[in-house]
């Protein structure tokens, strides 16, 4: 299993930017599928964007396109995701994650990472 550790959030106000890093160690990362979640307070969480082994395909939540883009580079052992004319219901605890196979269940899961947009 690969071992995941997010960073980059914040607080921003509706409309601006963040870009979100997930960090990880422990066997090849190029092995792995690689997604974010989130978890709005009181929800549950939801999917918000994957990318394949080899970046080569992306997939996104429907309320994300055009805003979001997830991005990968193998070499560093990094997924981003870039957040664009961020909302206030995109408050909520975004979550890193990484599966071997599609389909397949998500079963390696980083410690999350707080992002509040204000309005």
């Known amino acids: 299993q690969v071992q995941l550790v997010e960073s980059g959030g914040g607080l921003v106000q509706a409309g601006g930017s963040l870009r979100l890093s997930c960090a990880t160690s422990?066997?090849?990362?190029?092995?792995?599928?690689m997604g974010w979640f989130r978890q709005a307070p009181g929800k549950e969480r939801e999917f918000v964007a994957e990318i394949t082994r080899s970046g080569g395909d992306t997939y996104y939540a429907d309320t994300e396109k055009g805003r979001f883009t997830i991005s990968r580079d193998n070499a560093k052992n990094t997924v981003w995701l870039q957040m664009n004319s961020l909302k206030p219901e995109d408050t909520a605890v975004y979550y890193c994650a990484a599966r071997g196979y599609r389909p397949g269940p998500w079963n390696c899961w980083g410690q999350g990472t707080q992002v509040t947009v204000s309005s």
């Open positions: 422990g066997r090849a990362f190029s092995n792995y599928h």
